[in-house]
């Protein structure tokens, strides 16, 4: 099954600057997701934008999809030091089911 | 609240020892899914479960049962556990949509893991 691929792996910032990580993919989806992780703890759903949008708009996270370039972006405006985690993008498939499939992460952190 | 629960969060064990690590949900979600997290590698799915009595392979199922006996519990079963299968190990659950006959996960709610250590 088809897997998000992240990019940067990395991302290294300072508080109060804006973080972008983009996300693309190879096949259709039904919606692609955003989570976040603290180190070793559960993921925490971000955002979900369904494959008809092209933008959704969360508090600081702006979440753009495109589907003709099969790509997505999570940007984090006005970074805090607890923005620092990993950030995955899940890609829900078209498929008979209904699994989504998680990319491997991106680590961000944002230094006070 | 709204959770997802795993127990036990620690466990040590040794080759061989069947163990098995349960997952509870409070949200009467349809979908539940375990997986397992390495470095490096993402989170890979070993099973998932579609509604009770419904459950089907992911990616990395071998060495793993479950079980969806009732709507809110998927237990994870380890029959023989091996050094391979040492992991973060992660529940999770969500409702499921429908659109033009095909199924959709909405956003998935995780449990806090279980970190499995095999020797």
């Known amino acids: 099954s088809q897997q998000g691929e992240e990019d940067p792996q990395a991302l290294s910032i300072q508080e109060g600057e804006n973080a972008t990580m983009n996300c693309s993919y190879k096949?259709?989806?039904?919606?692609l997701q955003w989570y976040r992780q603290n180190s070793g703890r559960g993921l925490v759903h971000l955002i979900l934008?369904?494959?008809?949008?092209r933008e959704k708009h969360s508090g600081r996270l702006r979440v753009t999809l495109d589907t003709s370039k099969k790509s997505s972006s999570l940007l984090i405006t006005a970074s805090r030091a607890a923005d620092t985690a990993s950030y995955f993008c899940?890609?829900?498939?078209?498929?008979?089911?209904?699994?989504?499939?998680f990319g491997k992460g991106i680590t961000l952190s944002v230094r006070p | 609240e709204a959770q997802v629960t795993q127990n036990p969060r620690y466990l040590i064990t040794v080759t061989g020892k069947k163990l098995t690590v349960t997952c509870s949900q409070n949200?009467?979600?349809?979908?539940m899914s375990w997986y397992r997290q390495d470095p490096g590698l993402g989170l890979r799915q070993i099973y998932y479960?579609?509604?009770?009595?419904?459950?089907d392979k992911g990616d990395v199922p071998e060495g793993y049962k479950v079980s969806r006996k009732e709507k809110r519990n998927f237990p994870l079963i380890l029959e023989s556990p091996s050094p391979n299968q040492t992991s973060l190990y992660f529940c999770?659950?969500?409702?499921?949509?429908?659109?033009?006959?095909?199924?959709?996960?909405?956003?998935?709610?995780f449990g806090p893991g279980t970190r499995l250590t095999v020797t």
């Open positions: 999770a659950s969500s409702l499921q949509g429908a659109s033009m006959g095909r199924l959709f996960s909405y956003e998935q709610y």
């Open positions: 096949t259709s989806i039904n919606n």
């Open positions: 934008i369904r494959s008809n949008e």
């Open positions: 899940a890609l829900g498939g078209t498929g008979a089911n209904s699994k989504l499939t």
């Open positions: 949200m009467n979600h349809e979908y």
């Open positions: 479960s579609m509604n009770v009595e419904v459950t």
